[in-house]
């Protein structure tokens, strides 16, 4: 009995004392972490609202002095155990990129937060390699560059025009992974972009991205074994959503914590999503902070012997309830004045100016929308006061919601400023000039065309996501979803000052219209038939019906009597539209027209089984199908007529 005794009484010590030993080395972590911030140095919401020394008093989303309060606030709640950690697409989509080559605003301002590792998202390479490089440099020349992570890139070996890039890298400037270490602990990061966000970034060429799960399982492999991590990070520009009709959560970072368990935290972007709460995917924590600064997460973990567990987390949303941090506030008001000086005063415009005044919002939609409107009309307007002598025929503009970046919100005054209009359709590089924002192309289609590129909202859309909807001008067309893919339009009328007219869809209509958009989606138009399997094949052509071997052929001209090609940009041509409003109220500032208050119904859809809106216009694609299916139904019949006789039951003798 006695010993009996002490056997229970040393196991009981034992396993106590085992306890205590094991929450002695139970170790804590914090990850804070941003995405898709996009060079929202300034809040959204119209910039004339913002209040930076005052709470409480504006309706204004965002802000980097306002994150830099909240974040600096965080991060003295548990100094010596906190990450700091960015998802990417850090550029692109205010006034401020436009200085990011040769002043690096927020690199410098994200260094002067203190992130622990940012990972390069496709937003990035929007200014090619050699600008992406420039920007490092730049970045570094300040001594103002934050750990820099991407282990999924690969370089040409024949093309130069990466190399400056990659010689960066090679210098270490841009790592594939870093290890930092906070409490004792050992945690490996490391930088990944997704396929989709590969897939959109046309201007990183030549360089390309390799396979990001391949690549992750390598570097996971690296970090584990051969430099014994205690936490490993990814800092993931891949994405998560939700298919429809399901509350699972999908997408490239779902299915990288599947391939990849040893994956502790995903910090994601791309897909601007606000996780209210970390995406469990096997034994990985999923976060992502939504966009453009509206958002900073804080995850706390801990750590113990059989892994990590996630304790506690908040998204912490940053609006006017945080002051903002007056250093670096002052920093953002001096980049303003540098835009000023360097970008704007060529155009005879102003960060501040006040531009315009609305009495409604402009706002994206996934169906017509006011602000697609706009844009659209602005594009459709530029072509005829560029390009006068040509635009004889129905001049028809085009424009993708995936390069529509920011509302037009009326605020509390209505009064809009460049800074504001800039932020609609903010993105890209010029062909001519390599200077900021899409240049404006001008081409021509035949109808049979025309109509394969609104397919693009009929049949691409659907499959690819929002992005790729379309706003058109100078058009309404009607669809039906019910209809075969690619074939799915069934009437187009072309917009005439007097009336609509009903477009010729006949395939042997050679007659050719003027379309103009940005040359980003020209380049996409052209490229739209190899992913369709062909069924979308178009062929831009110039005014002499000649096809366009190359889109700095078909570039609008601001001056043509100057050498070489003057670009419109498209924020320039939508700010300079917007100037020729009337001033409805007599203040002295253009007023939106009443007609963009609501979307006009230019993209009509009809879900009907009537074979006349099945069949009106069809092509050999709808054609085809219908066939198709009328042979399987006779196969089935046949076949059933077949075994139905075969298989009669034979009487009883």
């Not at 704007?344 to 102003?350: E, N, P, R, S, T």
């Not at 109808?447 to 693009?456: C, D, G, S, T, Y």
Request: overall charge negative.
């Amino acid at each position: 009995m006695r010993r009996l005794a002490s056997i229970l009484l040393a196991s009981f010590l034992f396993f106590r004392t085992s306890h205590l030993y094991a929450q002695l080395h139970e170790k804590t972590l914090t990850i804070i972490h941003t995405n898709d911030l996009q060079s929202r140095l300034l809040p959204f919401g119209p910039n004339r609202d913002y209040t930076p020394e005052i709470v409480g008093d504006d309706h204004t989303i965002g802000g980097i002095a306002r994150m830099a309060t909240l974040i600096r606030s965080l991060k003295q709640e548990s100094p010596e155990t906190t990450v700091l950690i960015d998802g990417g697409d850090f550029l692109m989509g205010t006034l401020f990129h436009t200085l990011a080559r040769e002043e690096a605003p927020e690199l410098r301002i994200l260094h002067a937060l203190g992130y622990d590792a940012i990972t390069l998202g496709n937003h990035e390479f929007d200014f090619r390699p050699e600008g992406l490089a420039q920007i490092l440099r730049t970045a570094k020349r300040h001594n103002a560059l934050p750990p820099m992570l991407l282990a999924n890139v690969a370089f040409s070996s024949s093309d130069a025009r990466d190399d400056g890039l990659e010689k960066l890298f090679k210098e270490g400037v841009v790592k594939p992974y870093r290890i930092v270490v906070k409490n004792g602990l050992k945690i490996g990061v490391f930088g990944l972009i997704g396929k989709d966000a590969a897939e959109v970034s046309p201007f990183a060429a030549p360089l390309h991205f390799t396979d990001p799960i391949a690549t992750a399982k390598r570097v996971a492999k690296t970090l584990k074994s051969a430099e014994k991590v205690d936490v490993l990070i990814c800092a993931s520009h891949g994405g998560v959503w939700r298919n429809e009709g399901s509350a699972e959560w999908a997408g490239e970072d779902v299915a990288l914590a599947a391939a990849v368990p040893e994956i502790d935290v995903i910090v994601g972007g791309h897909s601007h999503t606000p996780l209210p709460k970390p995406i469990r995917a096997g034994r990985t924590y999923i976060l992502q902070a939504g966009s453009e600064g509206g958002y900073v997460g804080k995850l706390d973990l801990k750590i113990t012997a059989q892994g990590v567990v996630a304790e506690n987390y908040r998204l912490h949303a940053v609006n006017d309830s945080i002051a903002a941090d007056a250093e670096i506030e002052a920093e953002v008001q001096r980049y303003v004045e540098s835009i000023n000086q360097n970008v704007l005063a060529a155009h005879g415009y102003a960060f501040d100016q006040i531009i315009a005044e609305t009495d409604f919002d402009l706002t994206i939609r996934e169906d017509n929308s006011n602000l697609g409107n706009l844009v659209s009309d602005a594009i459709q307007w530029s072509l005829a006061r560029y390009q006068p002598n040509l635009t004889k025929t129905p001049v028809i503009a085009m424009e993708s919601n995936g390069l529509l970046r920011d509302n037009l919100q009326r605020g509390v005054s209505g009064l809009l400023q460049v800074s504001d209009i800039f932020r609609v359709a903010p993105l890209g590089i010029g062909v001519a000039d390599d200077s900021a924002g899409y240049p404006l192309v001008s081409f021509y289609l035949s109808a049979a065309e025309i109509k394969k590129a609104l397919e693009v909202l009929t049949s691409v859309y659907p499959w690819k996501g929002s992005s790729y909807y379309l706003q058109p001008a100078g058009l309404r067309f009607y669809f039906n979803p019910n209809r075969v893919l690619f074939d799915r339009v069934y009437e187009i009328e072309l917009a005439t000052a007097a009336a609509f007219t009903p477009l010729a869809l006949a395939s042997e209509e050679q007659r050719l219209y003027q379309v103009g958009c940005n040359i980003y989606n020209a380049t996409f138009i052209k490229l739209i038939g190899d992913f369709t399997y062909g069924f979308l094949r178009i062929v831009p052509k110039d005014s002499l019906g000649q096809p366009l071997a190359d889109f700095k052929d078909a570039l609008l001209d601001a001056r043509p009597d100057l050498a070489g090609v003057q670009e419109v940009k498209e924020w320039q041509a939508l700010l300079d539209y917007v100037r020729t409003f009337p001033d409805s109220d007599g203040d002295g500032i253009p007023n939106l027209p009443e007609r963009y208050r609501q979307p006009q119904a230019r993209i009509i859809s009809t879900a009907s089984l009537n074979p006349t809106l099945l069949y009106k216009n069809a092509t050999r694609v709808m054609w085809s199908a219908t066939g198709g299916g009328l042979v399987m139904l006779l196969l089935v019949f046949s076949t059933g007529v077949y075994i139905f006789k075969h298989n009669k039951k034979k009487p009883r003798v």
